[in-house]
């Protein structure tokens, strides 16, 4: 019995993945759980077994493409063993159907299978829209392609669009590669279709389709695509007053609406006879402009201001150009979302950690044989989770859009993880329902699962609070970027010995410095003072929390 084997699903709003490495070829045997296929997406590196036992028939896809949630990746045929359940349906007989001859006119089109070279031409992307930056090349020579597999990512100035193939058949060249740039119509690859069933019947001049993105894309353009204006601003020397005097055709109802909504209606473009504008056109102009602020936002750049083209670094030397890794690349998108939407502030401080240490060194043994490290980050854990129910606003989030603060009652604490493939941080859940030994053997284990690249999606889901240790590299303070939506995160450097005065002398204490940083939004300066406050007294006095609480 065939079966396919699709990409299962693999988290909240995760739709598709990179494929890293492909386990299995043709004629492989394969077992229930034996991994077959190594992903990754924008959280983490997964590892995808297989559900039944069987043969591999034929595999669809290949190292560094991409795949959607049910893409097939490979057939297989099962093992005798393999049992699937199946709706049983009761058999119905009855007489069969005469067979009714076909027409002569469709027998003597005898369907024979051909080869045939087909150009893939890129398809027209929507009004006024006449060329387009290829972003990702997703097919190769010598793939195999099915239809509507997307095979092209291409960037226009209006949208990014995910282009499918029209066409079953074999890559025999590929004309573009990533970076260039296309017009409609450029021929991007060339298929060989050799064994695909046609017929010779010579298609009428209307029947003739050009190569189409799907309706969903092209509908997405649309939307994205601003209405040629009737007045040119770059050229134009009217001022501002002079332009507020330009009378446009709207009716009084569509003026007090754009009003209303702080659009300036001369500046929308109308659909109607003679560019009369309408609701809509206001409606769309005003989502144009939400979504421009919006990119503006995520990719940390303020609204108004373009990005300066880089020199050629080659020119004064030898460079080495590598791509950015899915993790990297999300990661630079998330952080600069978080720096430009949220206010921060860092708070800074020290705690004694003498006597901390002491107590570290004794019990280290013990953790030891539990399967742990003790380290100050596990301790770190649990008093961050105390702190948290003390000072509630900090287990928050906010949402802007209802404006409401949402206080959560778990406490879930992410630890920020520095790995080959970029910045990690995976999330320990329950803190408070641990104590400290459980909480080192776990962070023991996420560790390990970090560096060999085990994490999966739910690992690094549903943090309220993050730590960054730097400590092992060294340094004094730093000023950690909030991990939206969370509120707060704290950053730990590394302890030194300093010279303090206590009890009428100079002694040397450990000193651990302390970096807060917090949502100025829903935390006061005053907050996070005591905040960190806190944190540093549990640091200094550990009997204020138990080892094994």
């Known amino acids: 019995?065939?079966?396919?084997?699709?990409?299962?699903?693999?988290?909240?709003?995760?739709?598709?993945?990179?494929?890293?490495?492909?386990?299995?070829?043709?004629?492989?045997?394969?077992?229930?759980?034996?991994?077959?296929?190594?992903?990754?997406?924008?959280?983490?590196?997964?590892?995808?077994?297989?559900?039944?036992?069987?043969?591999?028939?034929?595999?669809?896809?290949?190292?560094?493409?991409?795949?959607?949630?049910?893409?097939?990746?490979?057939?297989?045929?099962?093992?005798?063993?393999?049992?699937?359940?199946?709706?049983?349906k009761p058999e119905i007989k009855s007489e069969p159907a005469p067979v009714k001859e076909p027409p002569k006119a469709v027998q003597a089109k005898q369907a024979t299978p051909i080869s045939n070279v087909v150009e893939f031409k890129l398809p027209e992307l929507g009004e006024n829209i006449t060329s387009a930056q290829i972003s990702k090349v997703l097919a190769k020579v010598g793939d195999i392609i099915d239809k509507d597999q997307i095979i092209l990512e291409i960037e226009t100035d209006k949208a990014t669009v995910e282009v499918p193939s029209e066409i079953k058949g074999v890559v025999k060249e590929v004309k573009v590669k990533d970076g260039d740039s296309a017009k409609v119509g450029d021929v991007i690859f060339v298929f060989n279709t050799e064994g695909e069933t046609q017929t010779h019947k010579k298609p009428e001049p209307e029947q003739i389709q050009k190569p189409q993105i799907s309706e969903q894309a092209r509908k997405e353009i649309a939307r994205t695509i601003d209405k040629p204006v009737y007045y040119k601003e770059e050229s134009s020397t009217l001022t501002r007053?002079?332009?507020?005097?330009?009378?446009?055709?709207?009716?009084?109802?569509?003026?007090?609406?754009?009003?209303?909504?702080?659009?300036?209606?001369?500046?929308?473009?109308?659909?109607?006879?003679?560019?009369?504008?309408?609701?809509?056109?206001?409606?769309?102009?005003?989502?144009?402009?939400?979504?421009?602020?919006?990119?503006?936002?995520?990719?940390?750049?303020?609204?108004?201001?373009?990005?300066?083209?880089?020199?050629?670094?080659?020119?004064?030397?030898?460079?080495?150009?590598?791509?950015?890794?899915?993790?990297?690349?999300?990661?630079?998108?998330?952080?600069?979302?978080?720096?430009?939407?949220?206010?921060?502030?860092?708070?800074?401080?020290?705690?004694?950690?003498?006597?901390?240490?002491?107590?570290?060194?004794?019990?280290?043994k013990q953790v030891e044989a539990a399967g742990g490290k003790l380290t100050v980050t596990?301790?770190?854990?649990?008093?961050?989770?105390s702190a948290l129910k003390v000072f509630p606003q900090f287990n928050a989030s906010i949402?802007?859009?209802?404006?409401?603060?949402?206080?959560?009652?778990?406490?879930?604490?992410?630890?920020?993880?520095?790995?080959?493939?970029?910045?990690?941080?995976?999330?320990?859940?329950?803190?408070?329902?641990?104590?400290?030994?459980?909480?080192?053997?776990?962070?023991?284990?996420?560790?390990?699962?970090?560096?060999?690249?085990?994490?999966?999606?739910?690992?690094?889901?549903?943090?309220n609070f993050s730590i960054s240790n730097l400590g092992g590299i060294g340094g004094t303070y730093f000023t950690p970027i909030v991990n939206a939506p969370e509120v707060a995160i704290l950053g730990v450097s590394r302890g030194t010995y300093e010279q303090v005065y206590k009890d009428g002398q100079f002694v040397a204490r450990m000193m651990l410095p302390l970096s807060l940083s917090y949502d100025h939004r829903i935390i006061d300066g005053a907050d996070a003072a005591r905040f960190i406050k806190w944190v540093s007294q549990a640091l200094e006095n550990p009997f204020l929390l138990s080892l094994e609480g």
Not at 378 to 385: D, N
């Open 399 to 463: 949402d802007t859009e209802k404006n409401e603060i949402i206080l959560k009652k778990y406490f879930n604490i992410g630890l920020a993880v520095d790995t080959d493939r970029g910045l990690l941080v995976p999330v320990i859940k329950d803190v408070d329902k641990k104590n400290i030994i459980q909480l080192a053997v776990e962070l023991n284990e996420i560790s390990v699962k970090s560096r060999d690249k085990k994490l999966t999606i739910e690992d690094m889901q549903g943090g």
């Open 241 to 364: 007053a002079d332009l507020s005097k330009i009378i446009v055709p709207a009716s009084p109802s569509v003026r007090r609406f754009a009003r209303e909504i702080g659009i300036e209606i001369n500046k929308v473009p109308g659909t109607g006879p003679g560019g009369r504008i309408s609701v809509e056109d206001v409606k769309i102009f005003s989502k144009n402009l939400n979504r421009k602020i919006s990119q503006a936002s995520s990719s940390g750049m303020p609204l108004g201001i373009n990005r300066e083209p880089l020199p050629n670094f080659e020119k004064w030397g030898e460079v080495e150009i590598k791509q950015m890794s899915n993790i990297r690349r999300k990661t630079a998108e998330h952080l600069s979302y978080a720096w430009s939407t949220i206010p921060h502030v860092t708070q800074f401080d020290k705690a004694d950690i003498t006597e901390l240490e002491k107590l570290r060194k004794q019990y280290s």
């Open 378 to 385: 596990a301790i770190l854990l649990k008093i961050i989770a």
């Open 1 to 88: 019995m065939a079966i396919e084997f699709k990409l299962p699903e693999l988290g909240e709003n995760i739709e598709s993945a990179d494929i890293v490495k492909v386990h299995v070829k043709p004629g492989d045997s394969v077992s229930v759980d034996q991994v077959v296929l190594e992903i990754e997406t924008d959280k983490a590196n997964v590892e995808v077994p297989a559900e039944v036992s069987g043969i591999v028939k034929e595999v669809f896809i290949v190292e560094g493409s991409k795949a959607k949630v049910g893409d097939v990746i490979f057939t297989m045929e099962a093992d005798d063993s393999t049992k699937t359940i199946k709706e049983e």
